[in-house]
């Protein structure tokens, strides 16, 4: 089992930029796929960003790409998202996710969730 803790959330002005972190418990980090999803007010969780187990591979929503970039630390138990030229549209409860499936993107497939870090971008 995984606990994880999210952290880095706030207020920013369109334009600006935040670094989310995910801090996990358990031995087992480094074997998990880790995601970051979103969820605004009225709208489903949607994938954000993903990687892999090792890092070697990453994957991004289109809504996200060149803007986010997300790496972890397996020796810290930590994945990270930066987060880049934020718009309004950003605005969300942000979400980190460790799963055993081999791919990130998919919302309902077993997995461990934190309890989310509020991100809002003001225009």
């Known amino acids: 089992q995984v606990q994880l803790v999210e952290s880095g959330g706030g207020l920013v002005q369109a334009g600006g930029s935040l670094r989310l972190s995910c801090a996990a418990s358990g031995r087992t980090f480094s074997t998990y796929t880790m995601g970051w999803f979103r969820q605004a007010p009225g709208k489903e969780r949607e994938f954000v960003a993903g990687i892999s187990w090792s890092g070697g591979k990453t994957y991004y929503a289109d809504s996200v790409k060149g803007r986010f970039t997300i790496s972890r630390d397996n020796a810290k138990n930590t994945v990270y998202l930066q987060m880049n030229s934020l718009k309004p549209e950003d605005t969300a409860v942000y979400y980190c996710?460790?799963?055993?499936?081999?791919?990130?993107?998919?919302?309902?497939?077993?997995?461990?969730w934190g309890q989310g870090t509020q991100v809002t971008v003001s225009s």
């Open positions: 996710r460790a799963t055993l499936h081999i791919t990130p993107m998919e919302v309902y497939v077993h997995g461990y």
